[in-house]
């Protein structure tokens, strides 16, 4: 079971950079579909990733449509913010990889798209009357993290000891 996180069109780099921090911690392999709002050398991207470019897993597909003939068969959760069912109601401890596809910061994912998919969208629930949406790198933290707790956590540390640990 692998949680996959998919950027569609990402425009912002400092988001795909904590993005892919957050994929190095929950070893979660990241898709960036094209075109990007920037180059993936770009130092802002790497100053948001930091140290963890090496650690995590990063596929390219060169559009949406290149990304679904990879995808195949394997389930797909749309996140946005016009769905109708929450990302919570969900099951991911169902022994498959997931998928999660977040949209660029802008417009989010395509009209289109979502109503032809409309059965796959989530939505994470908020006060729309005071925010269009939340940030995107934290609605990937959110939502990893909860197929992850579902998931009762696997590979991941649910305790460690520092060398210097600030609790002993």
């Known amino acids: 079971m692998t949680n996959h ?18 994929c190095a911690a929950t070893n979660s392999p990241l898709h960036l579909i094209e ?16 140290d963890y470019w090496n650690d995590v897993t ?3 597909h060169a559009d949406l ?4 003939t990879y995808l195949g068969e394997q389930p797909l959760n749309l996140i946005t913010k016009f ?18 596809m977040f949209g660029k910061e802008t417009t989010g994912l395509p009209e289109e798209f979502m109503r032809e998919n409309e059965e796959k969208c989530l939505r994470i629930p908020m006060n729309d009357e005071h925010v269009r949406s939340l940030n995107l790198s934290n609605t990937v933290a959110l939502v990893v993290y909860e197929a992850l707790r579902q998931q009762n956590f696997p590979a991941l540390e649910l305790q460690h000891h520092y060398e210097k640990d600030k609790l002993d």
């Open 58 to 60: 990063i596929m390219y």
């Open 83 to 100: 769905a109708n069912q929450t990302y919570s109601e969900m099951d991911y401890a169902n022994g498959k990889d997931h998928y999660f």
């Open 35 to 50: 075109p990007l709002g920037f180059s993936t050398d770009d130092k802002h991207l790497k100053r948001a990733g930091l």
């Open 5 to 22: 996180i998919v950027l569609f069109e990402p425009q912002i780099p400092a988001n795909t950079g904590n993005i892919a921090r957050t």
């Open 65 to 68: 449509t290149a990304f679904l």
